[in-house]
T-cell receptor, first 115, second 114 residues
Framework: KAGVTQTPRYLIKTRGQQVTLSCSPISGHRSVSWYQQTPGQGLQFLFEYFSETQRNKGNFPGRFSGRQFSNSRSEMNVSTLELGDSALYLC??????????????FGPGTRLLVL | QKEVEQNSGPLSVPEGAIASLNCTYSDRGSQSFFWYRQYSGKSPELIMFIYSNGDKEDGRFTAQLNKASQYVSLLIRDSQPSDSATYLCAVNSAGGTSYGKLTFGQGTILTVHP
């Protein structure tokens, strides 16, 4: 069974630009969560989507947004990029929110560098 | 005070020794606890989870939970150089059956030297 896939794997942007990252969950998984990992703040929860609806949200500014499509694929968007948005963005999927987080699998991540 | 705290390390142990990793959390309502291993440049990999007070063993790994003290630990027996990684403690405050918001500690860097 294929794992969680994220595209692109690496990305370089400049301040003020916007970026869209994509995540395809494991086949059959319908819940997708996004996390940001930086050396300073560590791994932080961004949001979770299930059935095309945002179910939970972390403490990030409105520049960070996401969506989920009917095939469970998810995208996250960051507008007006700042230097501090440079990070590894991780996507994780599980079958549904009712399952424990131990059933969640992380993708390889997208490394974003903002110059 | 951070919600989940870990000693950043680095923790260095000789091969074959027991590595002990510690984590404290602030939310008394936390219900499920996780240990992830993350190699440099890779994504986190779940190695243990625990829901109830006490010990839970899986191979060379033992997770220990004490909810009264708000403390969770991970013991790695017979440490190997391949165990060298960053270990992340994570907590689900809303319970294991709720939505997927995990709160992570900063991670402890473990180095196992031959």
């Amino acid at each position: 069974k294929a794992g969680v896939t994220q595209t692109p794997r690496y990305l370089i942007k400049t301040r003020g630009q916007q970026v869209t990252l994509s995540c395809s969950p494991i086949s059959g998984h319908r819940s997708v969560s996004w996390y940001q990992q930086t050396p300073g703040q560590g791994l932080q929860f961004l949001f979770e989507y299930f059935s095309e609806t945002q179910r939970n949200k972390g403490n990030f500014p409105g520049r960070f947004s996401g969506r989920q499509f009917s095939n469970s694929r998810s995208e996250m968007n960051v507008s007006t990029l700042e230097l501090g948005d440079s990070a590894l963005y991780l996507c994780a999927s599980r079958y549904r929110p009712g399952q424990g987080a131990e059933t969640q699998y992380f993708g390889p991540g997208t490394r974003l560098l903002v110059l | 005070q951070k919600e989940v705290e870990q000693n950043s390390g680095p923790l260095s142990v000789p091969e074959g020794a027991i590595a002990s990793l510690n984590c404290t959390y602030s939310d008394r309502g936390s219900q499920s606890f996780f240990w992830y291993r993350q190699y440099s440049g890779k994504s986190p990999e779940l190695i243990m989870f625990i829901y109830s007070n006490g010990d839970k063993e899986d191979g060379r790994f033992t997770a220990q939970l004490n909810k009264a003290s708000q403390y969770v630990s991970l013991l790695i027996r017979d440490s190997q150089p391949s165990d060298s990684a960053t270990y992340l403690c994570a907590v689900n405050s809303a319970g294991g059956t709720s939505y997927g918001k995990l709160t992570f500690g900063q991670g402890t860097i473990l180095t196992v030297h031959p």
